[in-house]
């Protein structure tokens, strides 16, 4: 089993700049992928970023160049940077981890992006 706890969501002004941390407890060893998603209002849940167990990175298109996703794995923890935000990114964010089997999410942070 894995847990995940997320914070770092907030309100923030168009062009400024946020850092979304997923900090990870229990089976940590056997997560392969952690991934960032976010969900706005009457939207589908999707990925924004994700990084392996060895270190590979992948990016939506939308946030490339504005988003930095990195691991400590001292802290168990994955982070989100996010820079030059848009009141489009306004969502909530939620952590999930695959271990190869189960997949398990946080409970998500908030994020609002005034104009």
């Known amino acids: 089993q894995v847990q995940l706890v997320e914070s770092g969501g907030g309100l923030v002004q168009a062009g400024g700049s946020l850092r979304l941390s997923c900090a990870a407890s229990?089976?940590?060893?056997?997560?392969?992928?952690v991934g960032w998603y976010r969900q706005a209002p009457g939207k589908r849940r999707e990925l924004v970023a994700s990084?392996?167990?060895?270190?590979?990175?992948n990016y939506a298109d939308s946030v490339k160049g504005r988003f930095t996703i990195s691991r400590d794995d001292a802290k168990n923890t994955v982070y989100l940077q996010m820079n030059s935000l848009k009141p489009e990114d306004s969502a909530v964010f939620y952590c999930?981890?695959?271990?190869?089997?189960?997949?398990?999410w946080g409970q998500g942070t908030q994020v609002t992006v005034s104009s």
């Open positions: 999930n981890a695959d271990d190869g089997f189960l997949n398990y």
């Open positions: 229990g089976s940590v060893f056997a997560i392969r992928v």
């Open positions: 990084i392996t167990s060895g270190g590979s990175t």
